[in-house]
């Protein structure tokens, strides 16, 4: 079984400043990566995900995610944020046994001040 | 970009109630998922399902639940007998073998 522990529940910063919302995550197999985003009273937006390959994946808006097994971590960052940053950005895990569940984590409430 | 739809966006129904949800995956996926999410709190996985049958389901996802795709585009979520912890958001989802689910926008469900 996974689990995914997002460490941070809000993170205040102010616009144009970097960004690091943070994930770990712990499964007994390989797995897939993902964080999603979600803006006031909307659904679930893919950021970007990791399956294979390079570790630093890209995502929209400007994130990215860095894929660290050794730390079984996977964080989200953001070089100069936006007030339209403001979401609650939740992490997942699946295996990668095809198309399987996503387990989440608690999600990080991102709040820009300007 | 190819969408998940969902309707109703919300639905009020009273305790005791039947339910349904139901939502439309892209067209050429072949997996489907629904998801809830009580108010604050983290998306949990209820219940998966491929080739006409459910795949995996979570300990949330008891007799009261059931899914069905009953065509060939509509994946429903019935709840038989609404309790007022059943109110949250449903968010169904669906993909293809890449892993990547696309999500719907979500049904919010008020149980009174």
């Known amino acids: 079984a996974q689990s995914v522990t997002q460490l941070d529940s809000q993170v205040p910063v102010f616009e144009e400043a970097p960004v690091e919302l943070r994930c770990n995550y712990s499964?007994?197999?390989?797995?897939?990566l993902f964080w999603y985003v979600q803006y006031p009273n909307q659904g679930l937006q893919l950021l970007l995900k990791y399956l294979s390959g390079s570790t630093l994946v890209k995502g929209i808006n400007g994130f990215e995610a860095e894929f660290n097994k050794s730390q079984t971590s996977f964080h989200l960052r953001k070089p100069s944020v936006h007030i339209s940053d403001t979401a609650e950005y939740f992490c997942a895990v699946s295996d990668n046994q095809g198309a399987q569940k996503l387990v989440f984590g608690q999600g990080t409430r991102l709040t820009i001040n300007p | 970009e190819p969408e998940v739809t969902q309707t109703p966006s919300h639905q009020v129904t009273q305790m005791g109630q039947e339910v349904i949800l139901r939502c439309v995956p892209i067209?050429?996926?072949?997996?489907f998922y629904w998801y809830r999410q009580i108010l604050g709190q983290k998306v949990e996985f209820l219940v998966s399902?491929?080739?006409?049958?459910?795949?995996?389901k979570s300990e949330i996802f008891d007799d009261q639940f059931s899914v069905e795709r009953p065509d060939g585009s509509n994946f429903t979520l019935k709840i038989r007998s609404t309790k007022l912890e059943d109110s949250a958001m449903y968010f169904c989802?669906?993909?293809?073998?890449?892993?990547?689910?696309?999500f719907g926008p979500g049904t919010r469900l008020t149980v009174t």
């Open positions: 399902f491929y080739n006409n049958e459910i795949s995996e």
């Open positions: 989802a669906s993909s293809d073998r890449s892993g990547r689910q696309y």
């Open positions: 067209s050429n996926h072949l997996y």
């Open positions: 499964s007994s197999v390989s797995v897939y």
